[in-house]
């Protein structure tokens, strides 16, 4: 089968088309501090009540809220101490009138108590260090208590048989802890995708290897790594591949046990683009050009691996800054649906421009801007530099694209433009 080739399709067509090349991965059973970001693939079901039983909120005395009836700084009620419960321990006596328990926050509450009256609020804290009443002793009690006060009731948190996190949730660092604190050490997620990255160019060498004349450092596969990672996914670098159709198959092939294989460069008019001729032996294979700026040249396709399974090919453009924003708007959602979430969309702010954003061939223009809080309280919005498609620091810089849509051929200072947010980081 082949994809049929067309001319500059819009930026949404061409992520359908990559979408549906794509699945959700298997379920999986991790550790529940590796499940971080992933997604739940069934509900989470409590076990038991949490609270498990009634406890108390406060350091204090345990009491019967009637015996602290009318109590004041003026008027103390005195109750005879008879245990002293820390945390974790439970008492088993029945608290009778006139008596309380001295209790640290998140013990059981004693049978009988119904109260919990705070340090602050007897004569403890006129006590020394040393002094604190211990059994058999009288504690003075300077306010009355309602019924309940300062208790955690048992299942107040959770209620056993209830569904505490449902399947298709991301796991958060809350998610983490609700998981923990159900007694659970592994959960069920949806496997995260390996991405297998390819560099291809003769000119392309591995960072730390000495760097010939006319040859460039290999960054691609550093940031298109970073951003597999970033979204949850595994990458696997598989090097630099020569310009050469033998090297580049050789190559291909190691990446094909990978969810996604992802390679950069090679793709557009020049003579020693060979990416394209691999594909179109090799896979099925589409190149297209997107209605987008940087960015236009796009390959894509899938390879049959070994094992019968079809690997999506994300075929990058070269230049560092295209390469980035490409995976941004492609491999990314890729990422996320492989990992059975569907919220790829990035949050926007509609933020006010402080320069100029031209337009001129019709593409919609994604230009790297700083985004943050103005003293007027508006976002605002700054390029962060030249937007030709190798300038890499400026992307750096960035921590958002503005969005100059194909039929917006000017934003001028003052303007309002969307901003496609990255992240929140770097702001000034
Ligand atoms: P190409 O698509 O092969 O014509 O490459 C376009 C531009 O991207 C050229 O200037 C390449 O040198 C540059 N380039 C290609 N691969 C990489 C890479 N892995 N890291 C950084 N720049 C690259
Ligand atoms: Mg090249």
């Not at 390819?198 to 298109?224: K, M, Q, R």
């Not at 800054?321 to 996320?336: H, W």
């Amino acid at each position: 089968m082949t994809i049929p080739v067309s001319e500059m399709i819009p930026v949404e067509e061409a992520r359908d088309r990559i979408l549906s090349y794509v699945s959700r991965l298997e379920p999986v059973r991790v550790p529940i501090l590796e499940a971080l970001r992933q997604v739940t693939a069934e509900d989470v079901v409590a076990p038991f009540d949490i609270p498990p039983l009634d406890n108390t909120a406060m350091d204090g005395y345990a009491v019967r809220a009637a015996d602290t009836a009318g109590a004041s700084p003026d008027s103390p009620r005195e109750l005879r101490v008879v245990a002293d419960l820390a945390a974790g321990a439970v008492l088993d006596m029945v608290v009778q009138p006139g008596e309380a328990v001295r209790i640290m926050t998140g013990a059981p509450v004693p049978p009988g108590a119904d109260a919990i009256v705070p340090f602050e609020e007897t004569d403890e804290p006129l006590r020394g260090p040393n002094e604190a009443p211990r059994r058999g002793s009288i504690v003075r009690v300077y306010k009355e208590a309602r019924p309940g006060a300062n208790i955690r009731r048992q299942g107040e948190d959770v209620r056993a048989g209830t569904v505490v996190i449902p399947a298709g949730r991301v796991i958060r660092p809350a998610e983490v802890g609700v998981l923990a604190s159900l007694g659970l050490r592994e959960v069920t997620v949806f496997r995260r995708p390996v991405v297998a990255i390819l560099s291809t160019g003769d000119e392309v060498t591995e960072p730390g290897e000495p760097l010939e004349p006319g040859h460039i450092y290999d960054s691609n596969a550093y940031s298109i790594a970073a951003m597999v990672k970033a979204n949850g996914g595994i990458p696997r670098l598989l090097g630099v591949a020569r310009d050469t159709i033998e090297d580049l198959t050789a190559k291909i092939r190691e990446g094909l046990d990978a969810d996604m294989l992802v390679t950069s460069a090679g793709v557009s008019r020049g003579d020693f683009d060979v990416v394209k001729d691999v594909l179109a032996r090799e896979g099925e294979i589409a190149f297209w050009t997107v209605r987008m700026k940087p960015g236009k040249p796009l390959a894509f396709g899938a390879f049959t691996a070994p094992d019968g399974r079809r690997v999506p090919h994300l075929g990058l453009p070269g230049n560092p800054v295209s390469s980035m924003v490409s995976f941004e708007l492609f491999g990314r959602p890729a990422i996320f649906k492989m990992l059975g979430r569907s919220d790829w969309e990035r949050p926007t702010v509609e933020a006010v421009l402080e320069d100029t954003v031209a337009n001129d061939d019709g593409r919609r223009f994604f230009a790297r801007c700083i985004v943050w809080r103005h003293e007027d309280g508006e976002w605002h919005a700054r390029l962060t530099g030249p937007q030709g498609s190798g300038i890499l620091t400026s992307m750096s810089a960035a921590n958002g694209l503005a969005v100059l849509p194909e039929n917006r051929p000017l934003a001028r200072p003052g303007e309002r433009i969307t901003v496609m947010m990255l992240d929140w980081e770097h702001a000034p």
